[in-house]
T-cell receptor, first 115, second 113 residues
Framework: DQQVKQNSPSLSVQEGRISILNCDYT??????FLWYKKYPAEGPTFLIS?????DKNEDGRFTVFLNKSAKHLSLHIVPSQPGDSAVYFC??????????????FGKGITLSVRP | DSGVTQTPKHLITATGQRVTLRCSPR?????VYWYQQSLDQGLQFLIQ???????AKGNILERFSAQQFPDLHSELNLSSLELGDSALYFC????????????FGPGTRLTVL
């Protein structure tokens, strides 16, 4: 049972435009969400996170939005740059349940930014 | 460079064999996590150790085991290997629990022939 879903396997955008990467979750106990970026032959690197007490978190070109009622979050990258081309993983944890050690990941979405 | 090191980078072995993957966490990090990434799957959490003790367990097979040593490095032991165990195995570390940013190593690619 996939508790974190990234339904689109890939996304292609033009350089300078906005990239919107979507993620849905099913477990209502999840209360902390993270985005990781992964280049080939490297491990995932942390990008941005959001707690369930917020609906938006911003860091430079990256903004994560959380819609708890819809169990949906999205990562916006503005403006997109060719160096952003990578696989992006959405992850979630249920910190308040005491199961704070486990991150549940989606399958990832491959972003390609065209020059 | 995340500061997390994993060895070896690649491992090719035969079915039925046993292998050990090694991970050294970032300096100061007490938690070590192991993940498996198969071809069509996302990152699957296997197990977490915190300061030498098992803290959380995920979908880890009984054929797999791990430990964290006093110097905080960790080893993941995979035995009676099957073809389906071929995957990328990542180690991550963090200061504490999962809400702390987890820093991932470059991974070990295991191929079982």
């Amino acid at each position: 049972d996939q508790q974190v879903k990234q339904n689109s396997p890939s996304l292609s955008v033009q350089e300078g435009r906005i990239s919107i990467l979507n993620c849905d979750y099913t477990n209502s106990m999840f209360d902390y969400f993270l985005w990781y970026k992964k280049y080939p032959a490297e491990g995932p690197t942390f990008l941005i996170s959001i707690s369930s007490i917020k609906d938006k978190n911003e860091d430079g070109r990256f903004t994560v939005f959380l819609n708890k009622s819809a169990k949906h979050l999205s990562l916006h990258i503005v403006p997109s740059q060719p160096g952003d081309s990578a696989v992006y993983f959405c992850a979630a944890s249920a910190w308040n349940t005491g199961a704070n050690s486990k991150l549940t990941f989606g399958k990832g979405i491959t972003l390609s930014v065209r020059p | 460079d995340s500061g997390v090191t994993q060895t070896p980078k690649h491992l090719i072995t035969a079915t039925g064999q046993r292998v050990t993957l090694r991970c050294s966490p970032r300096s100061g990090d007490l938690s070590v996590y192991w993940y498996q990434q198969s071809l069509d799957q996302g990152l699957q959490f296997l197990i977490q150790y915190y300061n030498g003790e098992e803290r959380a367990k995920g979908n880890i097979l009984e054929r797999f085991s791990a430990q964290q040593f006093p110097d905080l490095h960790s080893e993941l032991n995979l035995s009676s290997l099957e073809l389906g165990d071929s995957a990328l195995y990542f180690c991550a570390s963090s200061v504490g629990g999962a809400n702390n940013e987890q820093f991932f190593g470059p991974g070990t690619r295991l191929t079982v022939l």
